[in-house]
């Protein structure tokens, strides 16, 4: 038998060989931990690396488009309209280019016709005889059996006259204390030497035309009469405050109506308080069908879209703008602008997802055109396609690519978009809004900016008078020049109400 003594010193050695393989476990334990730990930290930097690579061709795409952007503005046509042989399909009439038949071959195209001068002109008869008078075969005395008229158009220079005022005096014989002076219509500008009609020419040629006033006075310098810019431009002013209580009974008309447009853009006054000569201030416009009005401010923040629609308890229609997000008011999304960032998409390269959102936003557009009364069911299986396809390009897109805007632009909106079918007086985009804009925008690439905040409220008053003149049908020289003359005569809210748009007529 093993004495205890060998006994425990087996035991011990046992023990020991134990504890030497648990620390090597141990060990090799933590070389794998460790391994494993490298291996994490490895396969973290790999995709960091490919996140960084991704993030490095994404700016390289942004890069790209930016300058296809910048080349297209600086060298480009300015129109967005694209070829509509090519794939890409045109901005605005793409619905009309998937609808329109395409013509027969073979069929040749029908000559346009000249559209007649109208009746309403001065015509000045030229009549001429033909000198031979009798049949050269027997010498018979040719009879008349009537005319060939043919019509051209002359043009006559302004024709400028000045207008004496002749204001009989009378007195009293006897007395000779008496003395009364003949009374006369009173003037849009009291003291000036500017008719209604010339003032109307103005304001005409500058708001609706886009001439600067230095232009004009440079015109009138033609015809020997002097005009200068800043007398022209202080008339301006004072019309415009001529013309304001229109513009407030036009706003209380706007602010009542169901559905409003709104959109803003960009201005430059050179002598605003504290903000530098180059800075931007904003143009707002607001408009119905047939009511625009423009607001002139210096910011275009929150605030000032609030006050512009504080009053106003319709619905809204407007673009992206972050602004309008904290407006209380019932809003509707811009297709159009939607569309424009798939557009972009296309402009860059070829993108399949690109191409079959436009097809089915032309589709929206086919709907809207041919029933625009009740489209709605029509619309909405459109509108759920649209929607399918945005949530599976989502989750393999890139969200800082072309396609990737344009993507979330769509998803941030969606809810503003869809709601146009809920009534049928809700219209699909916000081009009216743009299209009340861009004659100032026109004639800002010509006067380039405002001298003072005063006359970019004026030119916010003539602006949207003359768009709201032109939307009701009329002649917006002839409707100015009628106004002129009338108004300092108004005194009552009738008589104001009289000279608006929808209630005026003009020869």
């Known amino acids: ?249 036009l706003e209380d008309k706007l602010l009542d109506e169901p559905v409003m447009y709104i959109d803003e853009t960009t201005v430059q006054v050179l002598n605003e308080p504290g903000k530098k000569a180059s800075s931007k201030s904003y143009m707002w416009v607001r408009r119905s069908d047939n009511i625009i009005l423009f607001d002139y401010s210096p910011s275009r923040s929150s605030q000032v879209a609030k006050k512009l629609t504080a009053d106003y308890k319709g619905t809204l229609m407007s673009d992206g703008y972050d602004v309008y997000k904290t407006l209380a008011n019932n809003q509707l999304g811009c297709w159009t602008h939607a569309r424009r960032y798939f557009i972009k998409v296309l402009d860059n390269t070829e993108h399949a997802g690109a191409r079959k959102m436009i097809e089915l936003i032309a589709e929206l557009y086919q709907v809207e055109n041919q029933t625009k009364d009740d489209p709605q069911d029509k619309s909405a299986a459109i509108l759920e396609k649209i929607k399918t396809l945005k949530d599976e390009s989502l989750l393999s897109c890139t969200p800082t690519s072309t396609f990737g805007k344009a993507l979330g632009y769509l998803h941030n909106q969606w809810p503003k978009l869809i709601a146009y079918i809920e009534d049928g007086r809700y219209p699909i985009d916000n081009n009216p809004a743009e299209n009340a804009i861009r004659p100032f925008v026109i004639g800002r690439k010509n006067w380039l900016f405002a001298n003072s905040q005063n006359g970019a409220k004026a030119s916010a008053n003539l602006y949207g008078l003359i768009e709201t003149a032109k939307a009701h049908g009329l002649n917006p020289e002839k409707y100015l020049t009628k106004i002129y003359r009338q108004l300092p005569n108004c005194e009552t809210a009738e008589q104001f109400e009289q000279l608006l748009p929808e209630n005026i007529q003009v020869d």
């Not at 141990?26 to 291996?39: A, H």
């Not at 390289?60 to 399909?89: C, M, P, T, W, Y």
């Not at 000779?176 to 304001?203: N, R």
Request: with cysteine.
């Open 1 to 249: 038998m093993k004495t205890a003594q060998k006994l425990q010193q087996e035991n011990a050695k046992l023990r020991a060989e134990i504890q030497a393989k648990d620390e090597l476990l141990i060990q090799k334990s933590n070389d794998i931990q460790v391994k494993e730990k490298q291996l994490k930290n490895q396969t973290a930097d790999i995709k960091a690396k490919e996140q960084q690579l991704k993030d490095k061709i994404a700016y390289i795409q942004n890069l790209e488009a930016a300058l296809i952007e910048l080349k297209k503005h600086r060298f480009g046509a300015s129109s967005e309209k694209q070829n509509a042989n090519d794939a890409q399909v045109a901005l605005f009439n793409e619905a009309e280019v998937l609808t329109e038949p395409k013509a027969k071959k073979g069929k040749k195209k029908k000559s346009g016709k000249r559209k007649p001068l109208p009746k309403t002109l001065e015509r000045e008869d030229k009549v001429y005889k033909p000198e031979q008078t009798t049949c050269p075969h027997d010498g018979t005395e040719l009879t008349y059996i009537g005319d060939e008229v043919s019509e051209q158009l002359q043009f006559i220079p302004a024709h400028v006259k000045v207008i004496r005022h002749i204001r009989h005096k009378l007195a009293c014989p006897k007395c000779k204390g008496y003395i009364v002076t003949a009374d006369k219509p009173k003037d849009p500008i009291p003291k000036s030497i500017a008719t209604p009609e010339l003032l109307s020419y103005i304001t005409v040629s500058k708001y609706a035309d886009g001439l600067p006033l230095y232009r004009l006075s440079q015109m009138f310098k033609r015809l020997d009469i002097s005009i200068s810019r800043t007398n022209m431009a202080d008339w301006m002013i004072k019309c415009a405050t001529l013309v304001q209580p229109l513009i407030n009974l």
